[in-house]
């Protein structure tokens, strides 16, 4: 068997070919809108906490660095985001969106020096310290974030100047699963390109990594900027559908929820964020009506369990699920060249 | 020994390098030149040094004294991945490879990254026909076609160690350190990996690590012996193969196992 | 200026009781138990229980809890903790969170979520004067158990047989298990004898630290900071790093009283980034 050039760019570009079951997950999720119209808030949490997750598959599921501060760009943006809309600083949610998102990302890359050095504890250490200064620091400084009784006053302009966040939520939830979308594309984008596939690399193997040549610091450095930026578009989406924020955003509980959302949906497949965060919306739903007070004890025996059972095995069934649906879904659509992009660019 | 002392500018040179850890020299005033095109070979014993001095060339491990010079350049004090761009590139005793991706990603990484795309965010793995036509011809060179989709975790040891090499040599180095890389190839597939060794382009310097003797002297046209992390005898193999001292060396080792 | 020394040391002390099983079973197995506090909790309810509902006196509460609270981490350790020690540190984050969680929930369940206070007798309350600084006695009695169990522990590591065997296993596991030691029941023991030690500074520091639910993640960083600062190589680190971290929390607390814990967060950020093997590890062991 030879290869030719044509067939190696085809076997490169297939993983990244959007897959039918990615298109129905995306289909339904923006069917929701129609189906559930009661839900709408819950959903919209379920919205944010997958992005929040997915920043942080960004960087534990692509580059290996377990973090147990993640909360810190979340909280960092939520308060950015509630500021300058309480000041009319910047008064049109989506440009304050995206400034908030380039400032946690901006914190991101300070801290990332912090981060990047020393053992796995180390890591969890810092990334954890660096958000409980945060938010000793806001409560110190509660003429400006409110301390302990949260951030009031908060006035949230229209969306574009024309959708207002009603009531029911239906603006809100649609707003934070357009936002999700785009984010998710871009992390999308990013994992299957070189830098991704160097990024999988360092996680496989750092030594080899650098080795042949990659810049093993600057990688890191870049995605868990990235990383920040996306959990802070997520902190910030909190604050402005909620018109609030309150110091917990910086807790260690969100932090290591937030693992827990990556675990039980699997990291390092994109998916698994999204798809730990609604079930674990649905978990604390579910357990927080049966044992109201005391659902963070089946949230923790449910991690116990994942670990004894072995995420290994876990991730292994899920595999095969997937594998399954991929194949169902190529026997349903067979041959669509034209969904693997472009033909291969001349240059 | 001084006869044979070729007159060209070697390419990898180091001068006086010593390693210390807490009380041990692991390597000490080694003065190694390896010429331009050369099979050079560096045997000694067990716990000689030999994977200290790799990682000292590599970049691994900072010397605590001496200098490292690629083409009459100081790079004693570049990071690894600094050094892989200047043209040192390195395989690995223990395969070191990337297990979850296949040998088509592994190399594809290595490529792209070697032609400065290896941070692209915003583009699609494999959609740049300079990467692909050159991943196409490492793919032949290192007779991987026929698994190239597999994972690297699933493939057979023999492959794997092509694929360390092909990893290496993807780098496209002026020189490549092999690190004993026949070491562990169950004989049904050690043919393969020493013709696609010999058939290595000739304008790559390979400076070989080994412990198997046929290896080396069937390969190499040049050897140094290091015991005790020092430079001990460096000749043409039939000189080294003539030297009393390292059949001394050499014996002793065996009668000591 | 001293009261705050001596509150401070006090302070520290504890948290050394508290947090130096961490430090061991992390060196031995290199394995990171973020639910440490639980068992610290666990002591402290325990006294409490005991002290308050039974009316034991309060020095006999204190050896039952120190048992109860080490064969409780015993029975984890041999039935739960065996199977996560080859894990990656990610599952073994992961796995003592979940246990953080549930002990949190299962206590809040069982005992109510305020906080509680174990009846001290009245010949440890109140203070004494030296030279006009007030001292509190609970807090000298503190130091005085506190600092016999350092001694102790310090001699049982350098004279005992059991301690030689467990700076060996520290050492190197593999040739510790060469040489005959049984490495898993040197850390069983040891596991015990940590939670045992947790147990009785949950029981002593609950009238310092407050004792509720929350317990095991409030002291959580603290814990983890001792060790992590102190290094995992010997005992005397962790015991400065303590002694460190009790009198610059407490001299935090008293001068800028509105930063809380942030100087000591920061001082530990900086501590890491400059000597990520810790401030007083014997160079790069491993």
Request: include cysteine; hydrophobic fraction near 50%; proline fraction near 4%.
């Amino acid at each position: 068997m030879t290869a030719n050039a044509d067939e190696v760019a085809r076997y490169l570009k297939r993983r990244a070919r959007w897959s039918p079951f990615e298109i129905a997950f995306w289909i339904f999720a923006f069917a929701t809108i129609w189906l559930f119209p009661g839900k709408y808030l819950i959903l919209k949490d379920t919205a944010i906490l997958a992005l929040f997750a997915l920043s942080l598959d960004l960087i534990l599921g692509y580059a290996g660095i377990i973090s147990l501060g993640q909360a810190a760009f979340f909280g960092f943006a939520g308060y950015f985001a509630g500021l300058v809309a309480k000041y009319g600083i910047i008064n049109e949610p989506v440009i304050a969106l995206v400034c908030s998102g380039l400032i946690a990302a901006a914190l991101g890359f300070v801290t990332s020096f912090l981060v990047l050095r020393g053992s796995d504890l180390t890591r969890l250490m810092v990334t954890l310290g660096v958000s409980l200064m945060l938010g000793e620091l806001a409560n110190r400084y509660s003429n400006i974030t409110g301390g302990a009784d949260g951030l009031q006053g908060v006035e949230i302009e229209p969306v574009l100047g024309r959708f207002r966040f009603d009531l029911f939520g239906h603006n809100g939830y649609v707003y934070c699963l357009i936002v999700l979308f785009i984010c998710f594309v871009i992390a999308r984008r990013i994992i299957y390109s070189p830098f991704g596939l160097s990024l999988r690399s360092i996680k496989g193997n750092t030594l080899r990594a650098a080795a042949i040549g990659v810049p093993v610091k600057w990688r890191l450095v870049a995605i868990y900027t990235v990383s920040a930026g996306l959990a802070g578009i997520a902190g910030a989406l909190l604050t402005q559908t909620t018109a609030f924020c309150s110091l917990d955003v910086f807790s260690l509980e969100r932090s290591a929820d937030l693992l827990l959302v990556l675990i039980i949906g699997g990291t390092g497949y994109l998916y698994g964020g999204l798809i730990g965060a609604v079930i674990y919306k649905f978990l604390q739903d579910w357990l927080s009506n049966l044992t109201p007070q005391y659902w963070q004890f089946w949230i923790g025996l449910v991690l116990v369990v994942i670990v004894l059972i072995g995420r290994e095995r876990m991730a292994g069934w899920v595999r095969i699920v997937r594998s399954l649906l991929v194949r169902l879904g190529t026997w349903l659509m067979p041959r669509l060249p034209a969904l693997g992009g472009a033909a291969p660019d001349g240059r | 020994m001084s006869e044979t002392m070729p007159k060209t500018t070697p390419i990898l040179q180091t001068i006086g390098l010593e390693k210390r850890f807490g009380g041990i020299l692991a390597a000490q005033n080694v003065n190694l030149a390896v010429e331009p095109g050369a099979r050079h070979a560096l045997i000694g014993p067990n716990g000689a040094g030999k994977t200290t001095v790799i990682n000292l060339l590599t970049g691994v491990l900072r010397p605590t004294a001496g200098r490292i010079e690629l083409e009459g350049r100081d790079i004693t004090s570049l990071l690894p991945h600094q050094r892989v761009r200047l043209g040192i590139a390195r395989t690995f005793q223990i395969n070191q490879l990337f297990l979850d991706l296949t040998p088509l990603e592994s190399i594809g990484l290595v490529v792209s990254e070697r032609l400065g795309s290896g941070a692209d965010w915003w583009r699609l793995v494999g959609t740049k026909s300079a990467v692909t036509d050159e991943i196409v011809e490492i793919v032949e060179r290192f007779r991987l076609a026929d698994v190239m989709h597999e994972r690297t975790a699933i493939l057979p040891y023999g492959k794997q160690r092509l694929l360390e090499i092909a990893l290496a040599f993807a780098c496209r180095p002026r020189v490549l350190l092999l690190d004993e890389p026949a070491a562990g190839v169950p004989e049904a597939e050690r043919h393969e990996l020493l013709a696609t060794i010999e058939a290595l382009p000739k304008d790559v310097t390979v400076l070989l690590i080994e412990h198997d003797m046929d290896l080396v002297f069937s390969f190499a046209e040049r050897i140094s012996v290091l015991v005790n992390g020092a430079l001990f005898v460096d000749g043409a193999p039939d000189e080294v193969a003539r030297d009393p001292r390292v059949k001394a060396v050499y014996l002793g080792e065996e009668l000591s196992a | 200026m001293l009261t705050i020394l001596y509150d401070g040391i006090a302070y520290g002390m504890l948290l050394f009781v508290l947090a130096c099983g961490l430090s061991v079973t992390l060196g031995l197995m290199n394995f990171i138990n973020l639910a440490h506090g639980a068992f610290a909790m666990a002591g402290g309810y325990c006294t409490v229980f005991l002290v308050n509902r039974l009316g034991l006196p309060f020095a006999l509460g204190l050896p039952i809890a120190f048992l109860v609270t080490a064969l409780i981490g015993g029975l984890f350790e041999r039935t739960l903790y065996v199977h996560v020690y080859a894990r990656s540190h990610l599952d073994q984050v992961l796995f003592t969170i979940g246990l953080v969680f549930m002990s949190v929930a299962a206590v809040d369940y069982t005992m109510g979520s305020s906080q509680q206070f174990v009846q001290i007798p009245e010949a440890l309350q109140g203070q004494f004067e030296v030279d006009g600084i007030g001292m509190g006695k609970y807090r000298l009695l503190i130091i005085v158990i506190c600092g016999l169990l350092t001694v102790a522990l310090q001699l049982i590591l350098a004279k005992t047989r059991f301690g030689s065997r467990l700076r060996a296993a520290v050492d190197d596991q593999r040739v510790a298990r060469g040489l005959g030691i049984n490495v898993g029941a040197v850390f069983g023991i040891t596991f015990a004898f940590g939670s045992g030690l947790a147990g009785l500074g949950g029981a002593l520091g609950a009238e310092i630290l407050g004792l509720d639910p929350t317990f095991p993640l409030k002291y959580m960083i603290y814990f983890l900071i001792v060790v992590t600062v102190g290094g995992t190589s010997s005992i005397t680190g962790p015991f400065f790093a303590s002694i460190l971290l009790g009198i610059g929390d407490v001299a935090g607390k008293y001068y800028v009283p509105k930063l809380g814990a942030f100087v000591i967060y920061a001082i530990m950020i900086i501590v890491l980034i400059w000597r990520p093997q810790g401030l007083f590890a014997r160079g790069a062991a491993r």
